[in-house]
């Protein structure tokens, strides 16, 4: 959790995979270094999905190597890399609907090793629930919740996981503009708290005042690697985004 | 403890030692009747021990249940008695620990079918063993076990049965397995071993369906694969535990009882008949009671009592 050190937290390097003669990830290379917001961008269907769930262990990669926090994670089994500190959203707000709020932060709780003890994981529930701004909820069932705060609970749960690395999938999709400023601002200050962020991301407001970094695939490929303005700017991303124009 | 915790403690004393004295005062019918409503009580329980909170419907009751019979119809004149039923708690822990790694990446229906494949399977190689090897197909049980015996390690099996779900349900395991039934892919990413908490309790819940087995074997005093191996148990168990309703430990036992004596009756009246009722009873359950006994007394419960935002109880 230093981010002291130089290390990045996350490197990925040669990522590739395959399904049938689609080649969603091809080759990917990425670095998060320790407290930045590096942000993962493409238009539809270019990998950005597959390429998180090749991290977080869903998918075993064919190919290329990923290094979380110095330690070579790629292949292994999904649980074990949430222990290791590397926590996600899901593009789809996935929250335990049969459950209280309470209780879906508590599932990113007690499964740490070593298990945390029971005052500690009541603490933090109240702790995290506060700290997402549903601390009024603690007690109701997360199927009432509006959808800002599914994804409020769900975000809850990950950071229950003391995570190094946190993945966001689209978390600010289908937020209200007042909303998105909220959103903004809550990520924000996760990454003054010194934490490490990948996140995928289609609201360009988001990108441009969070994000230290910006990788850009399409097709699969890595298309430009920069800071978001740079990135932004560059020939080959407006050509994935738009097409190319006639009078090129 | 609060005093209706104490009072529900004390009242379940006081119920269990008439049980147990139930041999001293029943008739030879009634307690043969007490066997059959303490077996489904068990299997329906451990049934949903497992089915409940992964969902996963299982219909390798039957094989669990036969190897059990089986191993006391091979073993029970060797050894002691004990002993006969250790080792068939290792061999239903063992085959559910293989089965469990093998299939339980099966998801839902693919689940469903391997399952009722599993038992055909065994009760195939039992008797192709049988056929070929022992070169005779049924086999008698002469053991030292009478029906009070019988009655009593039933007894003490559905206490344990129940005192297992119970500690379950308050575990990390049982926490585990409700974000499973929940959602698998949540559970990954929140560091649970989704094929380590399944198999642990796939192999809990055989153990007390192959103990069952064990214990009801002498009271056939001969056996043979197609009665030890009887696929209706598999269903008889799954429509018990859906009528109670799985998702509370004690559901399943609301649905065993009064089914039991539903399928008693049955057979005993309209021995021709009985199956394709019993397929009716099966269909008006899940379309009329998709959450069972339990679900709908919850929701008639919640219903009187408004708020809705009461806290979830967890059994």
């Known amino acids: 959790m230093t981010a002291a050190s130089s290390a990045p937290v996350l490197e990925v390097s040669g990522l590739t995979r395959a399904f049938g003669g689609l080649v969603a990830v091809n080759a990917v290379d990425l670095a998060v270094q320790p407290g930045q917001i590096v942000g993962l961008l493409g238009p539809n269907g270019s990998g950005k999905t597959t390429a998180l769930n090749l991290i977080s262990g869903v998918l075993r990669p064919d190919s290329g190597s990923v290094r979380f926090a110095g330690q070579a994670i790629a292949g292994m089994p999904a649980h074990r890399i949430a222990r290791l500190g590397l926590a996600r959203t899901f593009q789809l707000v996935r929250v335990l609907n049969g459950m209280s709020c309470a209780e879906n932060v508590k599932a990113g709780l007690a499964f740490h090793s070593p298990p945390l003890s029971r005052d500690e994981i009541d603490k933090s529930v109240d702790r995290l629930l506060r700290r997402v701004g549903l601390a009024d909820r603690a007690g109701i069932p997360a199927a009432g919740l509006t959808y800002i705060d599914c994804k409020r609970l769900e975000l809850a749960r990950a950071l229950a996981l003391k995570p190094r690395l946190l993945l966001l999938d689209e978390w600010l999709a289908g937020l209200n503009p007042s909303e998105l400023l909220i959103g903004i601002e809550l990520i924000r200050s996760l990454k003054e708290e010194g934490l490490s962020i990948l996140l995928i991301e289609h609201v360009m407001d988001a990108i441009r005042s969070l994000c230290d970094r910006c990788v850009v695939m399409n097709s699969g490929r890595r298309i430009a690697e920069g800071r978001p303005d740079e990135v932004l700017a560059d020939p080959a991303v407006i050509e994935a985004y738009l097409g190319v124009s006639t009078d090129a | ?315």
Not at chain 2, 183 to 204: M, P, Q, R, Y
């Open chain 2, 1 to 315: 403890m609060s005093p209706t915790q104490i009072a529900a403690l004390a009242a379940g004393g006081a119920g269990l030692v008439v049980l147990a004295l139930l041999p001293f005062y029943a008739d030879a019918y009634y307690l043969s009747l007490a066997i059959s409503l303490l077996q489904f009580t068990v299997l329906a329980t451990a049934w949903g021990l497992f089915s409940g909170p992964t969902r996963y419907v299982s219909l390798a009751t039957t094989a669990f249940f036969g190897v059990g019979a089986y191993t006391v119809a091979v073993l029970g004149e060797v050894l002691a008695w004990p002993l006969v039923l250790l080792i068939a708690t290792a061999i239903g822990a063992l085959m559910a620990m293989i089965v469990g790694i093998s299939t339980l990446r099966l998801s839902g229906l693919h689940f469903v079918i391997f399952t009722f494949g599993l038992a055909e399977l065994v009760r195939q190689l039992v008797i192709w063993y049988e056929v070929n090897k022992t070169r005779v197909l049924g086999r008698y049980v002469f053991v030292d076990i009478t029906q009070n015996d019988i009655y009593w390690q039933l007894l003490a099996l559905a206490v344990a049965v129940f005192a297992i779900g119970w500690l379950i349900a308050r575990s990390r395991l049982g926490f585990a397995l409700r974000i499973i039934g929940e959602d698998e892919t949540v559970a990954k990413h929140c560091g649970i071993n989704v094929t380590l908490a399944k198999v642990t309790l796939f192999a809990i819940s055989a153990v007390f369906i192959t103990l069952v087995g064990a214990i009801m074997a002498p009271r056939w005093t001969y056996i043979e694969p197609s009665i030890a191996f009887n696929p209706t148990i598999s269903f008889q168990v799954v429509i018990m535990a859906l009528l109670g309703g799985a998702h509370r430990l004690w559901g399943p036992a609301v649905g065993a009882i009064p089914l039991t004596l539903l399928f008693e009756f049955l057979s005993a009246r309209f021995p021709s008949t009985s199956t394709l009722i019993i397929g009716i009873v099966f269909l008006l359950i899940v379309y009329a009671l998709p959450q069972g006994v339990t679900g709908l007394w919850e929701r008639v419960s919640r219903r009187k009592s408004e708020p809705p935002v009461a806290p979830q109880v967890q059994t």
